[in-house]
């Protein structure tokens, strides 16, 4: 398997090479959206914490201009169907996980009256934006390799507990492309909590490619919230608690990590592929393994939570939610919203000396 992974990830960096090339010498043409876009993205598949950090910029621009009209574009990744739908408008949630996409969904419960949009052409999500909520600015998840659109901000997340060995270009590694790309960032986030000496040997490793500022946080516990979320409990409720722990995320293990450094108890557990949809078959398999292994209470991700369909498990069903923590940064982040808010009539913004 190793061999066949090796002989794809050329054939992989041939195609990213040439699309780079033909975006950087303008033979694909990126189009300018009428407002200012800032894309949150990352160089690596998965796991990074992108939809957290969408939701805590979201929240700073919410901080900074309590009037500002701003919406969220998404490609709505594991949803049925395809095509431009609006998620949620400015009166609350339209769609189900199932329709909208897990990730949108959630950013929508988290931010109530904030307009999300899903197309996998994403100019069209914008233009859907502008012209039906009138939407100032526009924030894009995920959408660092999404170049067919020209951006006023690209964020980048850089998880530093990645272990250097999978940093190899797709499917042999994790990097969706190569690092000189990073050349197109704005601004550089390290995430995952790693350690202090870790931090410093991913600077000094993106210093190679790149000298635009880089900021770092992670994702910590929060609370704990039953399935539908109409109850709140501190993350101590659980104390004592044999629980059964279901994750469809890019990193699992990272979700059991959590779980370990609060002191949950893991009686068992179930890993799906990230995206997944739960079935009527395994949401029963679920919970008959969670009372096999004598749990008390099966407990899972937010991005889990929104699909999770059975109101009849005779368990309690909750999930975890988690929260960006700042650990440096955090004014520069605001700073450079400021620009954005402050000339925000102008789309062809630079940061950094840098052009698009």
Known sequence: ??????????????????????????????????VPVVSIGNLTAGGSGKSPFTLEVATQLQQLA??????IVSRGYGRHGRGLRVVADDRGLLLSADIGGDEPVMLARNLPGI?????????????????????????LDDAFQHRAISRTLDIVLMDETIPAWQYKLLPEGRLREFPSSLKRAHLIVLTGGGSHRRKGEMKRWLSKFSSVPIISGHLAPVLLQNIDGSETFGISHLDGKNCYAVAGIARPQRFMN???????????YRFLNDHSK??????RQIIQDAKREKAEVILMTEKDSVKWKNTQSDIPVYFLKMGWQWELGEEILQGTLRKILERRENVNLAFQGHED
Do not use: C, W
């Not at 309590?66 to 919406?71: D, G, K, N, S, T």
């Not at 307009?115 to 924030?139: C, D, H, T």
């Open 115 to 139: 307009p999300m949009v899903v197309s996998e052409k994403r100019i069209l999500g914008v233009i859907e934006a502008v012209k039906r909520f009138n939407s100032e600015v526009i924030l």
């Open 258 to 268: 959590t779980l370990s450094q609060i002191n949950i108890n893991v009686a068992g």
């Open 66 to 71: 309590p009037r500002l009209r701003f919406a």
């Open 278 to 283: 739960f079935t009527a078959e395994n949401m």
């Open 1 to 34: 398997m190793n061999l066949f992974l090796k002989i794809l990830s050329p054939i992989y960096a041939a195609g990213i090479t040439v699309r780079n090339f033909a975006y950087d010498h303008s033979l694909f043409e990126s189009e300018i959206a009428p």
